[in-house]
């Protein structure tokens, strides 16, 4: 009985030794089965963020591909060059949505001055002012170039602050504008959600287009403003003040104000010419230009009209005060002594004006020039050094 008892007892030991091992073969089994699934399920997720992130990338290329052309589009449309700091500051904004963006032109002085932004304290506009010889703001206009934060930080060290970030403001990037050669301004971006290392070759593409942008700006109306300006006194002309007539009889009609417009012809001026020589005759018509220029508020316009005749535009006086204003002028220029080359005695000149008053003496440009060339030409007619009022409907009718 005790070798059949034995006998059971070790089959039972076998088997449990069997079922151990078989439970312990089970374990591995099940631990390499969980370990391939893990490492299937970091693969998967692998796999996922890949595809999430070329997705991403495609996303971000379509929408690349819409802005670049509307980008285009829009700094190609003519403005002013005073309107494209506004602009470029919401062009940065939608292409890499940063928190922050800082558009600093640089001052007569050379410093940065703050002109527009976005997340920036309201108080830094026109008054934020920073050297362009610290910290990253100095890398970018030395270089000329886009530079990133992290590409300053490992060539001058984090502790290399400029006076932006001193302000509170960390760049991520510096963007300068450069118009022929010359830093005008620099744009800077924080707070950038896109990746600006791998869209570097955009971020520097939208400072060429700005700057492009600028210098075309610049130059027409550099050149606008030669073909309305006269080049021998430095006034505008006949053209510029056809062009400003048009906006201020619109705010002179919105406002109900009066706008009146004075002529002046100088008074036997080719005796001058005759007598002491044509450089004699531009000396003197200079320094008219200059009186004129002088005694004209800077909300008023003062105009070469053609030869020896001049034009104000003056606002907000009617017509019994144009016409003083006009005779007070004329007085004081009967007094001026006027220095010729080559003569050593000044000589003087004196003047004959008519004048024109919006809107009873006409309701357009035209209409006013011809009423008060009217007077002017009446002024010539009774004895010349005078200014007159325009003729009634009458006398102008016959």
């Known amino acids: 009985m005790l070798v059949a008892m034995a006998a059971v007892i070790a089959c039972a030991v076998f088997f449990a030794a069997g079922a151990v091992v078989g439970w312990a073969i089970q374990a591995v089994e099940l631990r390499k089965k969980?370990?391939?699934?893990?490492?299937?399920?970091?693969?998967?997720?692998?796999?996922?963020?890949?595809?999430?992130?070329h997705q991403e990338g495609k996303a971000r290329e379509t929408e690349i591909a819409v802005l670049i052309p509307s980008i285009v589009r829009r700094l190609g449309e003519r403005q002013p060059h005073t309107a494209l700091p506004r602009l470029a500051v919401r062009l940065v904004k939608e292409f890499f949505k940063p928190a922050q963006i800082a558009f600093l032109r640089v001052a007569k002085d050379g410093n940065l001055v703050l002109t527009e932004g976005v997340g920036v304290p309201p108080a830094w506009k026109q008054s934020l002012r920073v050297s362009p010889g610290e910290g990253i703001l100095a890398l970018a206009m030395a270089n000329k170039v886009l530079v990133l934060r992290q590409e300053h930080a490992a060539l001058r060290g984090l502790s290399d602050?400029?006076?932006?970030?001193?302000?509170?403001?960390?760049?991520?990037?510096?963007?300068?504008?450069?118009?022929e050669d010359t830093v005008v301004a620099v744009m800077v971006v924080a707070g950038v959600t896109v990746d600006l290392e791998q869209e570097r070759r955009y971020?520097?593409?939208?400072?060429?287009?700005?700057?492009?942008?600028?210098?075309?700006?610049?130059?027409?109306?550099?050149l606008e403003q030669r073909a309305m300006t006269d080049p021998l006194t430095?006034?505008?002309?006949?053209?510029?003040?056809?062009?400003?007539?048009?906006?201020?009889?619109?705010?002179?009609?919105?406002?109900?104000?009066?706008?009146?417009?004075?002529?002046?012809d100088i008074d036997h001026f080719k005796s001058i010419n005759d007598r002491y020589g044509h450089p004699a005759g531009d000396a003197v018509l200079r320094q008219l230009a200059s009186f004129l220029r002088d005694a004209t508020r800077s909300s008023d316009a003062v105009v070469r009209y053609g030869g020896e005749e001049f034009a104000l535009m003056v606002s907000s006086l009617d017509a019994e005060q144009v016409f003083l204003h006009a005779d007070r002028l004329r007085a004081a220029l009967e007094s001026t002594p006027f220095a010729l080359p080559g003569?050593?005695?000044?000589?003087?000149?004196?003047v004959s004006g008519g004048v024109a008053t919006y809107p009873q003496d006409g309701e357009s440009f035209s209409e006013l020039v011809r009423i008060a060339d009217a007077a002017l030409y009446h002024a010539k007619e009774t004895g010349r050094n005078r200014v007159s009022r325009p003729r009634p409907p009458e006398i102008r009718a016959e």
Request: net charge positive; charged share 25%; hydrophobic share 50%.
């Open 34 to 53: 969980e370990a391939e699934l893990r490492a299937r399920r970091a693969e998967n997720r692998e796999v996922q963020r890949g595809l999430q992130h």
């Open 161 to 179: 602050l400029s006076g932006l970030e001193r302000a509170g403001m960390v760049p991520d990037a510096v963007l300068p504008v450069v118009v």
């Open 203 to 222: 971020a520097s593409m939208l400072a060429d287009l700005i700057a492009n942008a600028f210098q075309s700006a610049l130059a027409i109306e550099t």
């Open 234 to 264: 430095g006034l505008h002309n006949r053209a510029y003040l056809a062009e400003r007539c048009v906006v201020e009889m619109r705010r002179a009609r919105s406002y109900a104000l009066p706008l009146s417009f004075i002529l002046f």
């Open 343 to 350: 003569v050593p005695e000044p000589v003087r000149i004196t």
